[in-house]
């Protein structure tokens, strides 16, 4: 027998929980109605059920593999145009999960990351370059790590520069990209037959053209592969080139291969560059703050450039990163769905392949963090607090088999990008900035603005 579960006050027949909906905000109207509504509750929207969860006790509950697994909600399945059965929006149980999945593995490893150290250095230093030139201009925060983020993966994982940072606007590949994640989030809430495929045909076609050029400059990151040939450490592209070559057991068809790079350059950016974003917004919040990762800077690089283990040996800034995820996890959302019919905890009953949303924001601002949870606070990463916390209550790389490939790229790309600005820079925001968040699938802080000064 089901459990009751709450449910928004105003339901309307045939529209239902639609009043308050802003349907380029979703994650913010969710987050609201978590806040009066629990750690568990559903809406139903255009005849869409959908269960949210965001309790600490709950999400450590779907977080045991052996009852749930990831569930692909309809705004993923949005993304399987863009991304088909690459990692990131592959069913679990479909063959080229795993295949992808164990193929491209080795290219996550410690020594992997060590090899893309250098390239790191290199894109972290054409970003100061540039805020070199800038003078005192303010700069676009979330568009120049874009910038940054998208070259790094394009140049470690498929040795393809954008170049970026000569260009004065984002890159095409940017404005398409941002166009399919937002077309996917607001197409998931409007579907025929409701309001009906001809209102959308236009948008849809629109679409396709995004999706057409995405998959040009895929094709093109491939031939210039077949072209030039490959004879660094191992890459992304070349882990999956080979093993088609070699006639691999996990090798990838061609298709796949296609959708991992669009998977890998949207992914392996799209997210980095909103964790720097939100960490540079709290440092300049924050003086003392960014007094002591500073401080921490010079005492650990001093004026040089690092060593890649000199990186994780930024351990406040590493802070600063990951309590900037807390409040913003840049992709802060995932599903997870019960493998067999089972109970949860609370009483909700859940057939098998019915899903659930976690919302990681809700999460992460659980009273289990303490009664100040909406302040920035890097210290409660520190070993001490970490260890007296439970186990599933940090969540911004997801859980279980199908969390982020990424996780340790992104974190030594991150820490390494803050340290050099902070070793090189002083930073000032306007006073009247008041942080906007904008979504598109994830999250980025909007029209934030920072001046820079070098330090002498
Ligand atoms: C999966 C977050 C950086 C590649 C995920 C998931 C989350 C996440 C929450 C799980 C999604 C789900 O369960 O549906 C983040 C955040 C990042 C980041 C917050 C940066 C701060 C990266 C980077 C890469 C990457 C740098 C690649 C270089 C992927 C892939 C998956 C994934 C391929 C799918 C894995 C699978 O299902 O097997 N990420 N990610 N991510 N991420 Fe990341």
Redesign the pocket.
């Known amino acids: 027998q089901q459990a009751p579960i709450p449910h928004p006050r105003w339901r309307l027949p045939l529209l239902g929980d639609f009043v308050g909906t802003h349907p380029r905000a979703p994650l913010q109207d969710a987050l609201r109605h978590a806040r009066t509504l629990g750690p568990i509750y559903e809406r139903k929207i255009l005849g869409k059920r959908i269960v949210f969860a965001s309790g600490a006790d709950m999400v450590a509950e779907l977080s045991d593999e052996t009852r749930f697994r ?1 569930h692909l909600a309809p705004a ?1 399945v949005g993304l399987r145009p863009l991304g088909g059965d690459g ?2 929006t592959a069913y679990s149980d479909e063959p080229n ?1 795993r295949k992808g ?1 164990d193929l491209l593995r080795p290219a996550f490893t410690q020594s992997a990351m060590r090899s893309y150290h250098r390239t790191m250095l290199d894109v972290a230093k054409e970003l100061v370059q540039h805020w070199d030139n800038v003078g005192d201009t303010p700069v676009d925060v979330s568009a120049d790590m874009t910038k940054l983020t998208l070259e790094t ?1 394009g140049r470690t ?1 498929f040795s393809h520069p954008f170049d970026s940072f000569r260009r004065t606007t984002a890159h095409p590949f940017v404005d398409a990209m941002v166009g399919a994640l937002r077309h996917a989030q607001v197409r998931t809430f409007f579907k025929p037959p409701v309001i009906g495929d001809l209102v959308w045909r236009k948008r849809d076609l629109r679409n396709d053209a995004r999706l057409d050029y995405l998959n040009g400059v895929v094709d093109g990151v491939i031939d210039e592969r077949k072209r030039n040939g490959h004879d660094g450490p191992d890459d992304l592209l070349e882990l999956m080139m080979r093993a088609a070559r070699d006639n691999d057991p996990n090798r990838l068809d061609e298709r796949n291969i296609r959708h991992q790079i669009i ?2 350059l949207v ?2 950016h799209e ?2 560059s909103g ?1 720097l974003s939100f960490a540079l917004y709290y440092l300049s919040q924050h003086p003392e703050i960014f007094a002591k990762a500073q401080a921490e800077v010079d005492a650990v690089w001093g004026t040089d450039e690092p060593e890649f283990e000199q990186i994780a040996k930024l351990r406040y800034v590493r802070r600063v990163l990951d309590e900037g ?1 807390r409040l913003w ?3 802060p959302v ?2 997870r769905e019960a493998r067999e019919e089972t109970t949860l905890e609370c009483g909700h009953h859940l057939d098998a392949g019915d899903g659930l949303l976690v919302l990681i924001p809700m999460l992460h601002r659980d009273p289990a963090w303490g009664d100040n949870v909406d302040e920035f606070d890097p210290d409660r990463f520190a070993p001490a607090n970490v260890k007296s916390r439970p186990a599933h209550i940090y969540k ?3 859980t279980g088999e ?6 340790q ?2 974190i030594h790309e ?1 820490v390494l990008v803050l340290g050099t600005i902070l070793q090189r820079y002083d930073i000032a925001a306007d006073p009247n900035y008041r942080l906007k968040i904008q979504e598109r699938l994830t999250l980025m802080p909007e029209g934030f603005e920072l001046r820079l000064s070098r330090r002498t």
């Open positions: 990831k993923i990692l990131f999960w999945h993966i994982g998977t890998f992914a392996g997210t980095t964790a995820l996890p840049t992709a995932y599903a911004p790389f997801g199908r969390a982020c490939i990424g996780r790229f992104a991150a």
